[in-house]
């Protein structure tokens, strides 16, 4: 068989946004509270598929339009990864890329146009595909040169400018057929630049499997593109990497596997945490609320720093409408325990979600100061297309507003009821922040934290000036549109 000649090929997350982090990683596409971003790690993939391919990732290294352009004249095929808030940016980088060179093949991949492929083709004759679900090995085929109507997963423009999709592409079942990606990470990335609040600095990310059993109605990664079967690489390829890891990138601190939930499948976490601990490193991953003792004393032991808990409501009745699939007395058993060991938690929680009221968002609030994380991000509920709860807002009529996020890129509250208008949800985000950190409890924790590490002091500092300059900012908003009256 001859050598496949492979297009020169860039894969790129497009300047949108300042600081906005919405990369092939990021659950919640938006500017977030402090400077932080995720690895673009759904393009880091492919880019390891494809010899001789280059990762950009504009926000976190600050790059502008202006500072990608020239980069179109250097390829034949560039690949560009966008969600839903950055959409209609991203499909004018598109275009300007187009205008620098008219041959430059151009397609966009990311689950906002998985699920609307079509509808994303129409948006700019400039885009030649979009591709579907998994697109690892789907976009390595069309940087092999193969003709579009050949390649599964995809939806292009003929030369006639016809829009036409090819069968769907299987499902991915030998995830160790995936390369690494630590690898594009340190030949195309600067890892100083991508920092993530709770996690030490700096960190690498990763994922070791794809896909979520649970059912979440919100979620947005198993509902678009990674699906609701956990396909898991083997404990030796995840030990593997973190090993190679360690000795391409020696600054890193902390590995934090973000699969949707690595505890999923226990026993096979219990045996990947073991691998770590012969390595040495410290780890944290995503957890559901009910991971028992003795996983936890497994995890700590070898290594585990930090578990990211969606904890999302105070309100069982807000967790039963959006199948979350957790309890309220087993999630605080589950964090009595984590203390006990000392392992840290960052809890999330999501405000605006079907059922939601005055007294739930109270509920909440209440919840997250009775269980305490080490610390929280609050979000707005997002409906993305693609998900359950998308659907629910459109039948329901609960869309009060069109955008996920603001002029900013900050994310925007767009899920109103009869009982609670967008607006009172979006001034009580501030308000739960304010409550939870600003409690003298928290606040002697914080300052203890920050004189046992001068390290963590300039970090802690530096976020807690962001941190005010967010609310701050939201506050202006507010004052611009104040909330509206309750009708009933």
């Avoid at 509270?33 to 790690?41: A, L, M, Q």
């Avoid at 979009?130 to 976009?139: A, I, K, L, R």
């Avoid at 991000?377 to 629910?392: D, E, K, N």
């Amino acid at each position: 068989m001859g050598r496949v000649t492979v297009l020169r090929t860039l894969f790129l997350h497009p300047p949108s946004f300042q600081g906005f982090d919405g990369g092939a990683g990021s659950r919640y596409q938006a500017r977030r509270e402090i400077r932080s971003f995720w690895y673009p790690t759904w393009l880091a993939q492919p880019a390891a598929l494809v010899p001789g391919s280059r990762l950009v990732d504009a926000p976190p290294a600050d790059l502008t339009l202006a500072d990608v352009l020239p980069l179109a004249r250097e390829y034949e095929l560039a690949v560009l990864h966008t969600s839903a808030p950055s959409f209609t940016h991203d499909v004018k980088v598109a275009e300007a890329l187009k205008g620098e060179n008219p041959a430059l093949r151009l397609g966009l991949v990311g689950a906002h146009v998985a699920v609307q492929r079509e509808a994303a083709l129409a948006a700019s004759p400039v885009l030649d595909f979009v591709c579907g679900n998994e697109f690892d090995f789907t976009v390595r085929e069309i940087a092999e040169g193969r003709p579009l109507a050949s390649v599964a997963g995809l939806s292009y423009r003929d030369t006639g400018g016809e829009l036409r999709r090819t069968p769907e592409r299987a499902v991915l079942e030998d995830m160790d057929a995936l390369p690494w990606v630590v690898d594009v990470y340190a030949r195309d990335l600067d890892i100083e630049r991508y920092a993530i609040g709770y996690l030490r600095h700096p960190y690498v990310s990763l994922y070791t499997g794809r896909g979520c059993r649970s059912k979440c109605t919100f979620c947005l990664w198993p509902q678009t593109v990674g699906g609701h079967r956990y396909r898991t690489r083997s404990v030796d390829n995840v030990v593997a990497e973190i090993a190679h890891a360690t000795k391409l990138l020696p600054r890193v601190k902390e590995y934090f596997f973000d699969d949707d939930t690595f505890t999923d499948d226990l026993p096979r976490a219990e045996a990947i945490a073991r691998g770590l601990g012969r390595l040495g490193v410290t780890w944290s991953c995503n957890a559901k609320p009910d991971v028992p003792m003795a996983s936890l004393k497994v995890f700590r032991d070898n290594g585990l720093r930090l578990l990211l808990v969606g904890y999302e409501s105070g309100s069982q009745t807000i967790l039963n409408n959006v199948r979350k699939g957790t309890r309220l007395d087993r999630a605080r058993e589950f964090t009595r325990a984590a203390r006990a060991l000392g392992i840290t938690i960052h809890g999330t929680f999501i405000l605006g979600l079907p059922g939601e009221t005055r007294e739930t968002i109270e509920a909440t609030i209440r919840f997250a100061q009775e269980i305490d994380p080490h610390t929280l991000q609050v979000s707005l509920a997002a409906p993305y297309p693609g998900t359950a709860l998308y659907r629910q807002a459109l039948e329901e009529g609960w869309l009060e507003a069109e955008g996920l996020v603001d002029g900013r890129g900050t994310q925007a509250s767009v899920i109103g009821y009869p009982h609670l208008p967008r607006t009172e949800i979006f001034h009580a985000l501030e308000t739960f922040y304010r409550r939870f950190y600003f409690r003298p409890r928290k606040l002697v924790a914080i300052g203890a934290e920050m004189i046992r590490d001068r390290t963590v002091m300039k970090r802690r500092l530096g976020e807690g000036l962001d941190f005010v300059r967010f609310l701050a900012r939201r506050r202006k908003e507010s004052a611009s549109s104040p909330p509206t009256a309750a009708t009933s």
